[in-house]
Each structure stands twice: as structure tokens, then as C-alpha cells.
């Protein structure tokens, strides 16, 4: 039997999905972000189990996975913030922002910090622009932003590290 | 029926009929690049843009059916500025380097380009780049090239039913490939590049050989299998640089077999054998046809004769033969050959889900309208007549002597003690019957190689041969 | 806001212990709609006073609600499906995740009167996958209405059964497009499919399929609570009944989600009246008025009535309802360069005009702002907008081109100062 990289938690919540669709291969979002959420990305031997799984070729796993800005197809840090410079938030300074968390972490926009603490990315509109600038902290939405408050947040997330 | 009114002129359409269709039957050839007629429709290259009267907006005309009462024009000014503007789109990331693409010539692109594109240039940003990708011993992928029509992506999941092709990532950076560079699976994957509207998917049997418009063509029938697909050979200079498919909606659609395809290769092996020979103890000679031809006469005359027929001979061959024997060698046993375990039509059938056939020659059907029974196991027999098109496979044969007629490569030979070179199913007009029972035409792409003859010619002439001369 | 103005959903919004059935119970419609519906009113008696409601889509088509529902066939063997879009992927728009976050249940109850209409036995709510505390608290929602029997087999004895699905999309604007939303819900790529076939004839899984925002679905409640001539006339224009959530947000002194009677102000008092006026005391200079893609206005525009057709009237569109204010300072060309990186990287690829076109844009705009551009780009760049505009398989070109045309047309020097050199970005 081939090893498997995913955990049983991963099938038993699977599982409870199975039956919310007529067809299985609606199932590969749901098995994309369940995996992502146990590895954090997606290695490519994920993508082929969940293939497997769902019953189609691993490329359609692939293709998917590729289209999605939220899948990581690449390892990131323990803390991704994705700082949102679209319009509203473009309007509201988001781009001194992102200059300010380059600087403060010592990574370009799309890198990861050495200790695989932090990855920093330029995220599209998150749609909480009436609060803006906002960043997604993992799960988190962080709002009303601005220096102090980006200061703020990167030093406590150093700090419970 | 319905009508609908293009370009001005009424015509008739049946339910269902796009308008590239039904714009054909009044002359008015629509440029396309994702629309082909053997896979979804997704009107993703723009196009195909027509104007239709009430409709605001451009339409696709791969995805607009045709209705009753519908007025579409397909050269207006906004349908030409429309496709121009496709066109440049097109260009932008394109390298243009036709001089070196193996498509040119037959390039939807360069074709589309001189029918509705600008003279002008106005793009002067950096060009998209990928590297090249092998993918597997049939076809090589140039990205640079692609147009992002996704033909090859629907053919692998609607036809050859692999979803091996697909798009990775999205927009302007996506990359239509296998993944992790793998090789193609399907057995099906010439298709890929006959689809390709660009030359981003090249066959790599073909890759740097000839320029298309050099090629020959002679549309004749695959004899791969007992499907009969219809194909077009391309030669130049009596040597075939490449097989294609030709539509034919009964029996192959739009497609051919890696295996068909590709078959045509002994036609030209160096090692056919060309010229009547004879074995000589251990080695072979080369020997005027008329001193075999009179061995052939008197062997076949006696008795405990078996004559083999293959079924990837013609009709009109097999007649010949059976015809011929009743002078030649009238006690004989006329048995046929052709694919171990598919002796007969009943054992025949689909060997997958696409095209290919278990009968792995082109008229097993056709031996048994002509009532020739199966060989079943060895050859036993004093003299065995093995009268072959190229592609049967060849029985045990256990015989004091043993005759070859017809295609045999060199490894092939020591069945025999000599060989009477024929003519392969590039070289010869005939018909064939395919499982369906669909008689199908041969026609002559290719001149006879070295010294072969038909193999009816090879008949009379054993038949009217007396001690060497040639009597009438 | 203006104190007679009458809202349906801000005064709920806010309050984190708004979101539970316990409020809704009690301060809210509390299934009494679904009761209503289930209890005594046909599938065609609903659709017909969402009609009368004269409700249009709030996604940003602004499609007549109840003609959406009555173009699913009655008579079909296939299952059907109501699939809610919460992608709320227009840049600018936040009023869904807020009917989510704190009126989840009024969601809910739309889904299950929706669903009775169009003979769904399974909706699904299709959410933007960023929103993941979202997705969360609608599901604890959805969890808390079923445990009551208000989701589940033979829902308030009537026979009808509802399940309810959130599913996840995972950081594709082109999933907001319905037909791209299809396919992200069937386990694809999120490309927009051709049409024909429409979703009411061949949608999700091939079935039948009505797709409505959040909002619509939201407000059905209402409808069938107060009755679709009451919802109507909260409107103060014609054919658009109800309230509209707007999205505020750019240089004003107080963004925020507001809700007003449709058409009962217009886009400066909005502006002035529920944003403060522009931040930091500066001018006015342009306002994009229905999310990014929306044909964006300058400060002598906006004394049109905020709803669709008086926007339509002045070339422009209402959209999603998402104003974003700009101010005095900013660098249309700029802006306009963020805009156009936006449809560039959210291009799904598929087709021809929008996949090269969009970043053929961004190239251009890039060299336009970086001094590289020859004088003729300004013009080249339109053209190209002329090239994408109308003529892509969704929408998503008609988005991109767009505010390229209307940023050029109406701030041109700004465009032409880069190009002659006069001035550069640093």
C-alpha cells in the first residue's frame, strides 16, 4: 500500500462532505483547503493523494489547485499576512504599508523570512474596504490598519512565537 | 426546414447548426481557432465574431446556433475590426518565428493573420517566453507558440479520455501542458498536433522534415486495424514524411491511432526487400524474377500445398489469388492469416473505448465475405504460399518450402525460401471491408520500391511461365 | 442619515450577539416568512410577490429578482438548485460579509423561501474563500436553524426538506461571474462558461439553477413579510423597490456599510450626508460608483440619483453598490494602473482579448507612469479598451475596459503630463 500523507481527520471530514454533492469532483475544493489546513500548502504528493481520493487524473487536481491565489503551491511561514493594495485600500495608504512590512521583516513582497516565521504577499481586494487598509493574518482579517497598528501586530505575533 | 439569411443570402439549417456551419453553405468561411467539430464548444479565441441583426454586441459564431428568421452578417466593418482586434491579441506573445515552425504553411494562425489581421504592429513590450517540453516519444510542446485555444485539452477529455493536457494557473501566465513534465499517456497523442492551430504541439516524427507545402497528399485508409479510418498520406519524392487523419464521421471522426499513424514506417524501412531473392544455404541472393517465378509455378503445382492469405490484402488481391490457385495450385488448401486470436470477424472488436479495433488488419471482414477460412495454429504443409499486404502477422510455418509474396523486412525472411516482393497498402489501389462492413478505397500514394510487383501481376506471370519464358 | 429614511438591515448590523437564532426570534423575522411560505402559499404565489417587490439583483447586474426565479422550468425531471453568491469579489464591496457576519438567520430564511419557490431540495452558499470566520459563523448558523427543525426534512410539517451547503471559494475575483461560480462549485477551474445555456436551464451540475447575491436572498424575508407592494414602495424610484446597502469607502471621513431607500438620495448626499464628505477637508475629484469597474465619475457628476437607471442615464452603473471616493491628491494614472493590475491578474484566461488585452493594458498604463511611454500609448491604450470591451465571453473584459476609457476620457491631462515627460513617477 502507498503511504499516505493525509491524516484521518482529513478523511472523516471528507467524509461528512460526500454527501452535499451530486457529483465527487465537487469535493476537490473542500479536500484542497482541508489539506491545506493540515500542511499548511500543497505538496505535490498531497495533490496526487487527493486526487486519488476524489478519482480523477492528478493533473485536474493541479489545474485546479493553480487557478486559486489561496492555494499555496509553495511552502509559507508559520504567519502569512497578505496585505490587501487594492483600491480602496491603495486610497488608504496600503501601499507605504506593504514598505513598512518589507522593511520591518526584511523580506520583499512574495518571500518568506529565513525562520519561516513570517511570508509576506500582496493580496487583491478582501472585501472589507469600507475598514481599510485591512491584511488577512492567516484566518484573520486585520482592519483599519496603519503603521502603528501593523507594528503592533508583527511584534506580538513575534512575541507569542 | 428553418432558414436564416447570411451575408444576405437565404439558406436552410438544420436544428442544432452553428453558424460557422451553416455560413459555409453560402460560401462565407468563418476564421476559427478553438471551435473544432469533434470537441465542445467554448468560444474562448474571439474569433469567429459575426454580427447578428438585433443583437447588441458581436456574437461567437461557434456558439450561436443558427434560428429561424436570423440575419447574420460575417464581413461587416465591426465584425473586421472585431477579428483584427483578435488577431493582434494573438500576435502579442507570439514569436513569429514561421521560418523554423513545422506548421507553417498549414497554420491557422499565419492563415487567420493574412485573411483578418493588421499590417501594422503596435505592440512593442517584451514577448511571454517558456521553455520547449518533451512530452513523450510523439510530441513536443512549444509554449511560446500556443494561442491558448484548449483544443488539446478537450481532445484528451473528450476523446481520448485522459485529462493529461491542462491549463496551470490562470490569465496571461497560464501554461497548457502535462504536469511535472510528463509524457503524454494516451495512444491517441498525434492528434494533439494535427488540432493545434499553431505550431505549438509538433509531431515529433515529423518535427524539421519537410515543409508542409512540399507534401504530396493522397487521401487513402489506414490498414492499422479492421476500423478503416480514413487518412491522408504526405509524400515527397515517393518518401512519406507524415499520415494525418481524414474526417470521416461514420467511422473515425476526426482522429487516428498513435499506431496507425505512425504504421507507415516499414513502407520505407531500409531493410524491406525489394527484390526477388532466394535463400542459399545460410545466406540470401538476389535472383531474377523469372527463375523464381518458375520455381513458384512448379512448387505451387503439387500437391500437399497450402496457400495463406493475409487479411491485410485487398479485395481484389484476395479474388486473385483465389482465382489464380484454381489454375495454379488446384488441390490447395486457401486458408487466411492475419492477427492471432482475431482469426475471425466474431472474435473481433473494440479494443478500447476510441477507435481501435482487436483485428489488427484492414480487411478480415472482406476474407470472410470471400468465404476464405481461418488458419488456425501452424502452417503444416510440404509447399506454403504466404501471400502478405505488410502488416498480418506472420504463422509458424513448418513446410519443405515456403514462399513469401508480397511486404516482408529482412528479420522476416528466414520463414521463407524465397521472396517475391509486393506492394504495400501505399502502393496499390483496392478496396478493403472494415468491421462495420464499409467497403473502403486504397489509392496509390507511393511508386512500387526496387523491384516489387502487385501481386496479381506476380500471379499471371507465375501462371504463364514455361521454363523461363514468358508465354501469353 | 435622513431620519425618516426606513432600513432593514443596518439597524441589526454591528452587535456580535445579533447574529443568534435567540435574536432573530425576537427582533427579527424569525421564520415567521418561512412559516407564511410553507404554511399556505404556492411556489408561484412567492415568485409572484418577489415580482411585485420589483427587487433586482444586488450583485451588480441588477437583473429583476423574480424573473430570475420564474425562468426555472417547472416541469423539469432534474433536480434544481438556488446557489447564493457571497464571493463579493467587486473591489469596493463589503455589504455581504456584514449581512453574514451579523443577520446570518435573515440569509438563511431567504435561502429556505427561495427554495420552496424554485423546487430546490439543496441550496448552496458559495463564499468567498477569504472570508473564513464568515464561512464559519454562517455554517454555526445554518447548524442552529437545522437543530430547530427550520432546515432538514419536512420543515414545519409542510413536506419540504432543505439542506444548505457552504462551499468555499479560494481567491478567484471571476468567481463572483455566476457561470464561473458554477464551476468553482462543481470542483473546476473558475472559468465563466458560454451562454446558452443560461443557470435556470443548465446550470449547477447541469441542473436548473438560480444564482442570487447574498442581499437578494436576504431581502426576501422582508418581502414576504411586509408584502412585495409595501418592499416596493420603499423604493423612491421606479422599478427598483426596497433598500440598498452601499459600500462607502475611499477619502471619506467616515466609511463605512450604510443603507438607504433605493433612490432616495443622491450620490453627493451620500457622500456628504452618511460619509462626512471627503476626508482631511481636501476636494473632491472623482468617484467610482459601483465597484472598481464601474465607469468611474468626476466631482460635477455626482448629483444623479444613486440607483440604477439614473446612473445608467450618465453612463455609468450602480453595480454592487460600492462607492469609492477620490480626492484631490491622487494620481488618476496611478489609480487607474491599480485598477487595470487588478482585471490582469484576476483574468481567468480563457479568452483571447481579456487574458492578452487586460495585461497588455497594465504594460502600457506601467509605461505610461514610469515615463516610458510614447505620446501615442495614451490613444493605443483606449484602443485597446476598445478591443476588450464587448467583446470577451464574461463580463470581466466589459470590467477592465471600462474604467481604462472613462479614466482617459475624463482626466486625460493627467494621462498626456506622464507621456510628455512633465511629469514622472518616482
Keep these: 500500500m502507498k503511504e499516505k500523507h493525509l491524516s484521518e481527520k482529513f478523511y472523516q471530514a471528507m467524509k461528512q462532505k460526500e454527501s452535499r454533492y451530486p457529483d465527487r469532483k465537487a469535493l476537490i475544493l473542500p479536500a484542497l483547503h482541508q489539506a491545506q489546513a493540515e500542511y499548511g500548502w500543497l505538496p505535490k504528493e498531497v495533490l496526487a493523494e487527493i486526487a486519488e481520493y476524489i478519482g480523477v487524473h492528478e493533473a485536474q487536481i493541479r489545474e485546479v489547485a493553480s487557478f486559486y491565489t489561496m492555494y499555496n503551491l509553495k511552502p509559507v511561514g508559520k504567519m502569512h499576512l497578505k496585505l490587501c493594495t487594492n483600491v480602496a485600500c491603495c486610497l488608504r495608504g496600503a501601499d507605504e504599508l506593504m514598505e513598512y512590512a518589507e522593511k520591518k521583516l526584511g523580506v520583499k513582497c512574495g518571500e518568506t523570512t529565513p525562520d519561516g516565521a513570517f511570508t509576506l504577499s500582496e493580496e487583491e481586494c478582501l472585501g472589507a474596504c469600507t475598514t481599510a487598509p485591512v491584511m488577512m493574518a492567516n484566518d484573520d482579517y486585520v482592519e483599519n490598519l496603519d503603521i502603528n497598528s501593523l507594528n503592533h501586530f508583527i511584534e506580538k505575533v513575534k512575541h507569542e512565537r | 426546414m428553418p432558414k436564416c439569411t447570411i451575408d444576405g443570402k437565404e439558406v436552410e439549417f438544420k436544428a442544432g447548426e452553428n453558424l460557422v456551419t451553416v455560413a459555409k453553405r453560402v460560401g462565407a468561411e468563418i476564421p476559427v481557432f478553438c471551435y473544432h467539430p469533434g470537441l465542445s464548444v467554448v468560444a474562448q479565441c474571439r474569433m469567429c465574431y459575426v454580427e447578428v441583426e438585433k443583437m447588441p454586441k458581436l ?19 465591426a465584425v473586421k475590426k472585431g477579428r483584427a482586434g483578435t488577431m493582434e491579441f494573438l500576435l502579442l506573445n507570439h514569436p513569429l518565428d514561421c521560418p523554423i515552425c513545422d506548421k507553417a504553411g498549414e497554420c491557422d494562425l499565419q492563415d487567420n493573420s493574412f485573411g483578418h489581421g493588421s499590417e501594422f504592429m503596435r505592440h512593442s513590450e517584451e514577448r511571454r517566453t517558456y521553455v520547449d517540453v518533451d512530452m513523450g516519444p510523439v510530441i513536443q510542446k512549444n509554449m511560446n507558440r500556443c494561442i491558448h485555444c484548449t483544443r488539446c485539452i478537450r481532445f484528451g477529455e473528450e476523446v481520448a479520455g485522459i485529462h493529461e493536457m491542462v491549463a496551470i494557473k490562470r490569465g496571461n501566465n497560464i501554461d497548457i501542458t502535462t504536469i511535472d513534465g510528463k509524457q503524454l499517456k494516451t495512444e491517441y497523442a498525434g492528434n494533439y498536433s494535427d488540432i493545434c492551430p499553431t505550431g505549438s504541439l509538433t509531431l515529433k516524427d515529423f518535427r524539421f522534415k519537410k515543409r508542409a507545402w512540399m507534401l504530396k497528399k493522397t487521401a487513402t485508409i489506414c490498414e492499422g486495424c479492421s476500423k478503416g479510418c480514413n487518412m491522408e498520406v504526405q509524400q515527397e519524392g515517393n518518401v512519406v514524411y507524415r499520415c494525418v487523419p481524414r474526417e470521416n464521421l461514420e467511422i473515425n471522426k476526426y482522429w487516428m491511432c498513435d499506431e496507425g499513424r505512425f504504421n507507415y514506417h516499414y513502407v520505407q524501412d531500409p531493410s524491406r526487400i525489394v527484390s526477388p531473392m532466394k535463400r542459399s544455404g545460410d545466406s540470401w541472393l538476389v535472383s531474377p524474377w523469372e527463375e523464381l517465378l518458375v520455381n ?30 484454381k489454375a495454379l495450385s488446384p488441390r490447395a488448401a486457401i486458408l487466411s492469416f492475419g492477427t492471432p486470436g482475431v482469426e475471425s470477424t466474431t472474435q473481433d472488436g473494440p479494443r478500447d473505448q476510441i477507435l481501435k479495433m482487436k483485428s489488427k488488419t484492414s480487411n478480415l471482414k472482406g476474407a470472410e465475405m470471400l468465404g476464405i477460412q481461418p488458419l488456425l495454429g501452424a502452417a503444416k504443409s510440404d509447399v506454403v504460399l504466404v501471400f502478405r499486404g505488410g502488416r498480418a502477422e506472420l504463422p509458424r510455418i513448418e513446410a519443405k518450402k515456403a514462399y513469401g509474396v508480397g511486404v516482408f523486412l529482412e528479420k522476416e525472411r528466414n520463414h521463407f525460401h524465397a521472396i517475391l516482393p509486393g506492394l504495400s497498402f501505399l502502393e496499390k489501389e483496392g478496396t478493403v471491408v472494415n468491421h462495420q462492413g464499409k467497403e473502403q478505397s486504397l489509392k496509390r500514394a507511393l511508386l512500387p520500391r526496387g523491384k516489387s510487383k502487385a501481386i496479381g501481376e506476380i500471379l499471371m506471370l507465375a501462371l504463364h511461365q514455361r521454363n523461363g519464358e514468358v508465354t501469353a | 442619515m435622513s431620519a425618516n429614511s426606513q432600513t432593514l438591515f443596518v439597524q441589526h448590523f454591528w452587535k456580535d450577539s445579533n447574529r443568534t437564532l435567540e435574536y432573530y426570534l425576537e427582533e427579527m423575522s424569525g421564520y415567521e416568512a418561512a412559516r407564511k411560505v410553507l404554511g399556505g402559499m404556492t411556489p408561484d404565489q412567492v415568485i409572484e410577490e418577489v415580482k411585485k417587490a420589483n427587487i433586482r439583483g444586488r450583485g451588480g447586474a441588477g437583473f429583476p429578482m423574480g424573473m430570475k426565479w420564474s425562468f426555472i422550468p417547472k416541469n423539469s425531471e432534474k433536480p434544481k438548485y438556488l446557489v447564493c453568491n457571497a464571493d463579493e469579489s467587486e473591489p469596493g464591496t463589503c455589504k455581504d460579509r456584514q449581512i453574514i457576519r451579523y443577520t446570518p438567520h435573515l440569509l438563511i430564511e431567504g435561502l429556505l423561501i427561495g427554495s420552496f419557490a424554485i423546487g430546490c431540495k439543496h441550496a448552496y452558499v458559495y463564499i468567498r474563500g477569504e472570508y473564513v470566520r464568515e464561512a464559519r459563523l454562517l455554517e454555526e448558523a445554518i447548524e442552529e436553524a437545522r ?11 409542510s413536506g419540504f426538506d432543505l439542506e444548505i451547503t457552504v462551499h468555499r471559494g479560494a481567491g478567484a475575483y471571476i468567481c463572483g461571474e455566476e457561470t464561473g461560480l458554477l464551476n468553482s ?25 438560480a444564482v442570487n447575491n447574498v442581499e437578494s436572498i436576504a431581502n426576501v424575508p422582508h418581502i414576504i413579510q411586509m408584502g412585495g407592494d409595501a418592499f416596493a414602495k420603499l423604493g423612491k424610484i421606479d422599478k427598483s423597490g426596497g433598500t440598498r446597502l452601499i459600500s462607502l469607502s475611499g477619502h471619506v471621513n467616515k466609511p463605512g456599510v450604510y443603507e438607504v431607500q433605493a433612490g432616495s438620495m443622491t450620490l453627493r448626499q451620500i457622500i456628504e450626508e452618511l460619509g462626512g464628505g471627503v476626508w482631511k477637508g481636501k476636494k473632491l475629484k472623482a468617484v467610482i460608483p459601483g465597484g472598481s469597474s464601474s465607469p468611474v465619475l468626476t466631482a460635477d457628476e455626482i448629483d444623479a440619483v444613486y440607483d440604477v437607471e439614473p446612473l445608467m ?44 488585452g487586460c495585461h497588455w493594458m497594465e504594460s502600457l498604463l506601467h509605461k505610461i507612469v514610469h515615463g516610458e511611454a510614447k505620446t501615442t500609448d495614451v490613444d493605443l491604450l483606449v484602443d485597446v479598451a476598445g478591443n476588450i470591451g464587448g467583446k470577451t465571453l464574461c463580463a470581466l473584459g466589459d470590467a477592465a475596459a471600462m474604467p481604462v476609457q472613462s479614466f482617459v476620457k475624463k482626466f486625460r491631462p493627467e494621462f498626456e503630463a506622464y507621456v510628455k515627460g512633465q511629469k514622472r513617477h518616482a
Design chain 2, 59 to 77: 456574437q461567437t459564431a461557434c456558439s450561436t446556433l443558427a434560428a429561424e428568421g436570423m440575419v447574420v452578417k460575417t464581413q461587416s466593418e
Design chain 2, 296 to 325: 513458384f509455378r512448379t512448387d505451387s503445382a503439387g500437391t500437399g500445398v497450402m496457400l495463406l492469405i493475409g487479411t491485410d490484402l485487398t479485395l481484389e488481391e484476395m479474388k486473385a489469388i483465389q482465382e489464380t490457385a
Design chain 3, 147 to 157: 437543530e430547530k427543525g427550520y432546515l432538514g426534512k419536512n420543515i414545519f410539517g
Design chain 3, 185 to 209: 462549485l462543481e470542483g473546476k477551474r473558475g472559468e465563466p462558461r458560454v451562454k446558452p445555456p443560461f443557470p435556470a436551464i443548465s446550470g449547477a451540475f447541469s441542473c436548473p439553477t
Design chain 3, 313 to 356: 442615464k450618465i453612463g455609468t452603473m450602480m453595480g454592487s453598490a460600492a462607492i469609492m471616493v477620490i480626492d484631490e491628491d491622487t494620481d488618476m494614472a496611478r489609480l487607474l494602473l491599480r485598477i487595470t493590475k487588478f482585471y490582469a491578474h484576476e483574468s481567468c484566461g480563457q479568452c483571447t482579448p481579456c487574458r492578452e
